[in-house]
């Protein structure tokens, strides 16, 4: 590690406001280039902690850049794990806000729901399937806080991984039933298709990345609680969305998840 526990603090109210009150920031290495992950993630903590010293309760977490679609668009070659806050989530068929996002994207992903919980290190997709109360369809809102969506690793995990807004489906699935490995998933705007893909995009099962969740959470003692909603990645590359728009993502098997941009 490289910060001090006051420029943690400090990233972690910089980067944290530029969030609630949305406007693009340099990216944090910029300015600490000797930043490591455990720093990053320490940002990122900070950030976590501020929402729930004022009452935010922690839902669950999203893994990011897991498939090869995402990494090739982002230029990285890591996935990087963030967390869900209550106040992301938006209803199905709902609207939300670009006035509270500063350049938002959109993407098609799995969701699982846990029953039991999941740690590290060692975690491995049985335990994962076994762990899982049911798997529904979502799609992730992602607003870097970085200008031009343009960031290197360090800093995309201390902006805790993009995370803006999430909506779910009400379709709940089994895992032991589902072949979400071959299970296709298409994201739609304004009546086009924009991408399709299927699970295996996602580190070729997406309980790969259940796993590979717990197995980093453990290297800083952490892990997913029972009754955690985790984003497994996107399917397929991130697609930009403005004022306007209308999303309908289609998972086989899963039924639908619509919002409107306004
Ligand atoms: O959910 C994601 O894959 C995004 C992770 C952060 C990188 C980005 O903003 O594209
Ligand atoms: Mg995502």
Redesign the pocket.
């Known amino acids: 590690m490289s910060l001090t526990q006051e420029q943690i603090l400090a990233l972690a109210e910089h980067l944290e406001n530029a969030e609630l009150a949305p406007h693009d920031v340099k990216k944090v290495t910029d300015d600490y280039p000797d930043m490591d992950f455990h720093d990053a993630y320490a940002v990122q903590e900070a950030i976590r902690a501020r929402k729930e010293a004022r009452g935010t309760r922690i839902v669950g977490m ?5 498939s090869r679609a ?1 990494m090739q ?2 230029g990285v070659d890591t996935p ?1 794990y ?1 967390f869900l806050a209550d106040y992301f989530e938006r209803p199905d068929s709902g609207e939300i806000k670009v006035s509270e996002l500063i350049h938002p ?1 959109v ?1 098609a992903e799995i969701a699982f729901v846990t029953k039991k919980a999941l740690r590290g290190p060692g975690c491995h997709v049985g335990a994962v399937l076994a762990a899982t109360d049911f798997v529904i369809p979502a799609v ?1 809102i ?1 607003d ?1 806080r970085y200008e031009n ?1 343009r ?1 290197d690793l360090v800093s ?1 995990v201390a902006d805790n ?3 803006s807004r999430f909506v779910t489906g009400t379709t709940m699935g089994d895992p032991a039933q589902l072949d979400l490995r071959n299970m296709g998933m298409v994201l739609e705007k304004n009546g086009q298709i924009m991408e399709l893909g299927a699970g295996a995009a996602v580190l070729g099962h997406p309980a790969t990345s259940i796993a590979m969740l717990a197995n980093m959470l453990a290297e800083r003692g952490q892990e997913i609680p029972a009754g955690s909603l985790i ?1 497994s ?2 399917v397929t590359a ?1 697609i930009p969305v403005e004022a306007g728009d209308s999303i309908v993502m289609r998972a086989q098997g899963l039924g639908s998840v619509s919002m409107r941009f306004v």
């Not at 999203?62 to 897991?66: A, E, I, R, S, V």
């Open positions: 999203k893994m990011g850049l897991t995402k668009q982002m990087v963030g994207k993407e992730e992602i870097s969506f960031f995309v991984a993009s995370s984003l990645g996107a991130a």
